[in-house]
Nanobody, 120 residues
């Protein structure tokens, strides 16, 4: 069983930065697929970024060029560096993980989420 714990959320002003962390129980080097998703009030959960064991990355269109996903297998942690935050980035951010290839964003493991609020 994998447990994911997110941290680093908070309240910031537009233009500022935050770094989210997702600590996984045990080693994550076998968790080949990890990602960050977000859900704003009244909206569906959407892709933010994903990263594979080989460190291939993929980003949602709305965050390309502003957010960077990375992973530290030694620390069993995945990070999301968020720069130039905008009010529309306000959401609960969730970490997700899978040992196997993910189809239709259906990760088997999810964290509880961390709130990010960006004021204008």
């Amino acid at each position: 069983q994998v447990q994911l714990v997110e941290s680093g959320g908070g309240l910031v002003q537009a233009g500022e930065s935050l770094r989210l962390s997702c600590a996984a129980s045990g080693t994550i080097f076998r968790l080949n697929y990890m990602g960050w998703y977000r859900q704003a009030p009244g909206k569906q959960r959407e892709l933010v970024a994903t990263i594979t064991g080989g460190r291939s990355t993929n980003y949602g269109d709305s965050v390309k060029g502003r957010f960077t996903i990375s992973r530290d297998n030694v620390k069993s942690t995945v990070y999301l560096q968020m720069n130039s935050l905008q009010p529309e980035d306000t959401a609960v951010y969730y970490c997700a993980a899978s040992y196997m290839t993910v189809v239709d964003h259906k990760y088997p493991y999810w964290g509880q989420g961390t709130q990010v609020t960006v004021s204008s």
